[in-house]
């Protein structure tokens, strides 16, 4: 509390309620007024309300408007007699409010918890932390922080592919690389519409393609076999199926496997060859693939009449 002299003295206060007193004679009662400066009257109701009642030698007064006041007090003894009146010129100075607006992805740390924030790490939105720290009028100055925390995004883009796979343009849907292995690690970052991250991870399986091979071209006599041995396989193996140039499988001793053997017809031997199409066919996503080897059939010599003289 303010314990007011005999002579005038002034004081620097904040927006708020302040105590004053006056050293109390027994028996004595104490009027007390405030003046609005910049008006030369009491101040407005709700202003600089002053409490309890005048005649106590204790008081509050609950300043709600900056400005510079005098609060005067006056003191009646037993014998009525009145002394001279104590003033007190006040500086009621204001503190400050404002807001810190903050966007950020994922977390926000505010301040260093001494001179600019709570220190404290959000990962939430909020309206509600305040920071307090003195005005260089000794006020309040409170600052509110407005926090919107936006979240980054994460998915996997799964793919499976035959042989390879080339992941995007490298600017806005992949890393523009080429791949011919499966992997789970390549990763691709851009920014969302609400300033973030968004981290895209390929899952990629790549599956071989069947690499078939019918052979070299070879030639037979008439009236034999030919077992198809030159016919190899170095990519993924899936379903075998050998077949003639009319689409059939008739002549092979077993059309689903690698090297069988083929009997060729009688239009083949006609035509004197046969192509031979050997097509195995692909895991998903990879489709089949095919290799062809052509068959000279020579005809056997047919020796001229035999005379006799």
Request: proline share 6%; aromatic share 8%.
């Given at each position: 509390?303010?314990?007011?002299?005999?002579?005038?003295?002034?004081?620097?206060?904040?927006?708020?309620?302040?105590?004053?007193?006056?050293?109390?004679?027994?028996?004595?009662?104490?009027?007390?007024?405030?003046?609005?400066?910049?008006?030369?009257?009491?101040?407005?109701?709700?202003?600089?309300?002053?409490?309890?009642?005048?005649?106590?030698?204790?008081?509050?007064?609950?300043?709600?408007?900056?400005?510079?006041?005098?609060?005067?007090?006056?003191?009646?003894?037993?014998?009525?007699?009145?002394?001279?009146?104590?003033?007190?010129?006040?500086?009621?100075?204001?503190?400050?409010?404002?807001?810190?607006?903050?966007?950020?992805?994922?977390?926000?740390?505010?301040?260093?918890?001494?001179?600019?924030?709570?220190?404290?790490?959000?990962?939430?939105?909020?309206?509600?932390?305040?920071?307090?720290?003195?005005?260089?009028?000794?006020?309040?100055?409170?600052?509110?922080?407005?926090?919107?925390?936006?979240?980054?995004?994460?998915?996997?883009?799964?793919?499976?592919?035959?042989?390879?796979?080339t992941w995007g343009d490298g600017v806005?849907?992949?890393?523009?690389?080429?791949?011919?292995?499966s992997t789970n690690t390549p990763t691709?970052?851009?920014?969302?519409?609400?300033?973030?991250?968004?981290?895209?991870?390929?899952?990629?399986?790549?599956?071989?393609?069947?690499?078939?091979?019918?052979?070299?071209?070879?030639?037979?006599?008439?009236?034999?076999?030919?077992?198809?041995?030159?016919?190899?396989?170095?990519?993924?193996?899936?379903?075998?199926?050998?077949?003639?140039?009319?689409?059939?499988?008739?002549?092979?001793?077993?059309?689903?496997?690698?090297?069988?053997?083929?009997?060729?017809?009688?239009?083949?031997?006609?035509?004197?060859?046969?192509?031979?199409?050997?097509?195995?066919?692909?895991?998903?996503?990879?489709?089949?693939?095919?290799?062809?080897?052509?068959?000279?059939?020579?005809?056997?010599?047919?020796?001229?009449?035999?005379?006799?003289?």
């Amino acid at each position: 509390a303010q314990t007011l002299p005999n002579s005038t003295i002034t004081q620097s206060v904040c927006i708020g309620t302040e105590d004053y007193e006056i050293v109390p004679a027994l028996g004595s009662t104490y009027t007390w007024s405030i003046i609005d400066q910049n008006t030369t009257a009491p101040p407005l109701a709700g202003e600089a309300d002053i409490s309890p009642f005048i005649g106590d030698w204790y008081i509050q007064v609950d300043f709600t408007i900056p400005g510079t006041y005098v609060l005067s007090v006056t003191e009646q003894d037993l014998n009525s007699c009145q002394g001279a009146t104590v003033d007190l010129t006040i500086t009621v100075n204001a503190g400050s409010s404002s807001t810190h607006v903050v966007t950020e992805c994922d977390t926000y740390t505010w301040g260093d918890g001494v001179t600019n924030g709570d220190g404290n790490v959000y990962t939430s939105s909020t309206n509600t932390p305040i920071f307090t720290i003195q005005t260089v009028n000794g006020c309040d100055s409170v600052i509110t922080l407005d926090l919107t925390i936006n979240n980054s995004s994460s998915s996997t883009h799964v793919v499976t592919e035959c042989d390879t796979y080339t992941w995007g343009d490298g600017v806005t849907n992949g890393d523009g690389l080429t791949y011919t292995s499966s992997t789970n690690t390549p990763t691709f970052t851009t920014i969302t519409v609400n300033g973030c991250d968004s981290i895209i991870t390929l899952d990629l399986t790549i599956t071989a393609s069947p690499d078939p091979f019918a052979g070299a071209n070879d030639t037979i006599c008439e009236g034999l076999t030919y077992t198809l041995s030159g016919a190899t396989n170095t990519g993924n193996s899936g379903a075998i199926n050998w077949t003639d140039a009319s689409g059939f499988s008739l002549g092979f001793s077993n059309p689903g496997i690698l090297n069988p053997v083929y009997t060729p017809t009688i239009s083949d031997i006609a035509a004197g060859f046969v192509t031979l199409t050997l097509e195995i066919s692909g895991s998903a996503p990879c489709p089949p693939e095919s290799s062809s080897v052509t068959i000279i059939i020579n005809a056997n010599p047919t020796p001229g009449p035999i005379w006799h003289n």
